[in-house]
């Protein structure tokens, strides 16, 4: 018997499921290719190291996962003083904001995951931003009611969300924290007014950003006095950033969502240059975390879980897996260079062009559209969907299928979201909890507002920026109080005694599900250690081209999938995969070499 807590019991239910429609196509037609915004990149590619063959790192007692060394040193020194996983998460992502500002922070939002290692009980953490009262459909149309290009909504106010970060953090350490609240941000507040040196990836991102000048603080803050991007090594201080967070730290998070500290961000959405925005005192005050339940799926012989909606990357990833379950990988493992067997490639491409179209036509915030979650991962659906791979051709664009009895079916495909400056961490300690959490401010250095020391996520533009299409209203258009749909995809896969086996997720935008996916694979059905299974190339469909990593070797698939009907594009692709497998009694922790972070154990 699984003994899993009480909403993992929701993926034992699915199995009692029946089928709740047949996988007859809509009348929508398949999510075009250049929905997903060309505009937006990734975190750009930062002196990348050449790839090669790492070992994991190895620990017995715990194992912490993230972005950057300096907060990974923070995360294991609350796990030496004897913090829980959700506590070592905190002190980490404290720091994460400090030295990794373009990706997440206090100004932005999370979800996370958490299995309790004595119960075995899952739990999903939102804390998504939340669109202000006056929001509303249209606010991403031009005069002349067309979608604006991404960067001209992007940079200013009206992106703003209600930060969601706090609230949740929060939430999860009033049940599963062990050291006061206030002991966390002890390495931040340090950190924060002593100086760290500037990394060659933040200065590099410094570098890159046209859009950090606009606005006074981000350009006195990033740059030197004569307007030069801050050189690596430079000492960087941040004492308002200390100031804030010793304030949150002695009142809890009520001191930022209300007070000087909200007034403040409020003040900075609403009087920007650029974009000014409409957030009000009673947006701040009226925010609230979700504990929500997760959405599970066996695969294999193993649990699979992550988070719902209003994030689309647990659904999504999920179904891939559920699909992928009618084919046997086992036999198409990767050659010693990591590079995928052909047949891989074209199923996992095939299942991410079915799970994309069902996600980009019903996933959406849950308090505002009906989200046929159940029917989404019944298996049978599930398999009716893996009958429709060819294993000799590839489907033409993918349509969504009838996943469920649901007034869903009104609602229409719309523009995707970038998402795309987001970070990870990966935490198991030493009474087996696990954390999964993935924060974002959603664009590099997001709205490039900041105030009292912290940027200002942009997460609004995650909404699509046209309310309708074909005639339809679109699920995830924006409206007042409503959370954006996100593809963060904090996972953990679970054994038949309830103990976590993997910790693992990634930034990248929509992309985040794809890597995710390649990696648990990789993982459980190929048996690739863990640092191998991040580092392995990449290759993402999202219901368009088949993309595939350049530099990496699985150029020379190109032909063989073009045979099979792929379009293929190379594509950098940026992730930044953070994991720890509990493997035979110990734990292995990795870190993706295409950003800076590291594993840290004891």
Not at 12 to 23: D, G, I, K, Q, R
């Amino acid at each position: 018997m699984i003994k899993i807590g009480i909403h993992v019991k929701f993926a034992l239910a699915l199995l009692a499921v029946p089928l709740l429609s047949a996988c007859a196509k809509k009348s929508v037609p398949p999510e075009p290719a250049a929905q997903i915004n060309p505009q937006a990149a990734p975190e750009a590619a930062i002196s990348i190291p050449t790839r090669e063959k790492r070992a994991p790192v190895q620990s017995d007692k715990w194992m912490i996962a993230v972005a950057n060394p300096l907060a990974a040193q923070a995360g294991r020194q609350i796990l030496r003083a004897g913090g829980s996983a959700v506590d070592a998460a905190i002190a980490a992502q404290m720091v994460l904001g400090l030295v990794e500002p373009q990706s997440s922070g206090i100004g932005g939002g999370a979800f996370m995951m958490h299995l309790d290692g004595q119960s075995g009980q899952v739990a999903a953490y939102d804390g998504r931003e939340k669109a202000p009262g006056k929001a509303g459909p249209d606010m991403f149309l031009d005069q002349d009611g067309k979608p604006r290009k991404f960067f001209d909504a992007a940079v200013g106010g009206l992106s703003v969300g209600v930060p969601g970060l706090l609230r949740m953090l929060e939430m999860a350490h009033k049940e599963h924290g062990k050291l006061p609240w206030s002991r966390l941000f002890e390495p931040a507040i340090l950190l924060a007014e002593n100086g760290f040196s500037v990394s060659p990836r933040l200065n590099g991102l410094i570098t890159k950003d046209k859009y950090l000048k606009i606005f006074g603080p981000t350009a006195s803050y990033f740059h030197d006095a004569e307007g030069s991007p801050l050189a690596v090594g430079h000492t960087l201080k941040n004492q308002p950033l200390a100031d804030t967070m010793a304030l949150i730290a002695n009142n809890g998070a009520d001191a930022f969502y209300g007070g000087h500290l909200a007034r403040n961000i409020i003040d900075t959405v609403n009087n920007a240059s650029q974009n000014p925005g409409t957030l009000s005192m009673a947006d701040m005050v009226s925010y609230k975390a979700v504990k929500r339940d997760p959405v599970c799926l066996f695969y294999r012989q193993w649990v699979v879980c992550g988070m719902g909606p209003p994030s689309s990357g647990g659904l999504t990833t999920l179904q891939i897996l559920g699909i992928l379950q009618s084919f046997d990988l086992s036999g198409m493992k990767p050659d010693e260079d990591g590079i995928m067997d052909v047949r891989a490639v074209h199923l996992i491409a095939e299942a991410s062009k079915l799970a994309f179209a069902d996600r980009n036509t019903y996933i959406a915030d849950p308090d505002f559209v009906p989200v046929p979650a159940a029917g989404m991962l019944d298996p049978g659906y599930l398999e009716l969907r893996a009958a429709e791979i060819s294993p000799t051709k590839t489907l033409d664009g993918a349509n969504p299928g009838m996943p469920g009895l649901s007034n869903s079916w009104n609602f229409t495909g719309g523009t995707d979201s970038p998402g795309l400056s987001t970070t990870h961490i990966s935490i198991i300690d030493a009474e087996g909890n696990a954390v999964s959490m993935t924060s974002s401010i959603e664009n590099a250095f997001g709205s490039r507002l900041m105030t009292s020391g912290f940027l200002l996520n942009n997460q609004l533009t995650d909404f699509s920026f046209a309310p309708e299409r074909d005639g339809g209203p679109v699920a995830n258009r924006a409206e007042g109080g409503k959370r954006p749909r996100s593809s963060m995809a904090p996972t953990l896969v679970i054994d038949g005694e309830g103990k976590a086996v993997l910790a693992i997720g990634s930034p990248g935008g929509s992309r985040i599900i794809g890597y995710v996916a390649q990696a648990i694979i990789a993982a459980l059905d190929w048996d690739m250690d863990i640092q191998s299974a991040l580092d392995m190339p990449h290759m993402t469909n999202r219901n368009g081209s088949t993309d595939l990593e350049p530099g990496t070797g699985l150029d020379k698939l190109t032909a063989a999938l073009e045979a099979l009907g792929h379009t293929v594009t190379l594509k950098e692709m940026t992730s930044g995969l953070h994991a720890v497998h509990a493997k035979d009694g110990k734990l292995y922790g990795a870190a993706d070499y295409r950003r800076e972070g590291v594993a840290l154990g004891d």
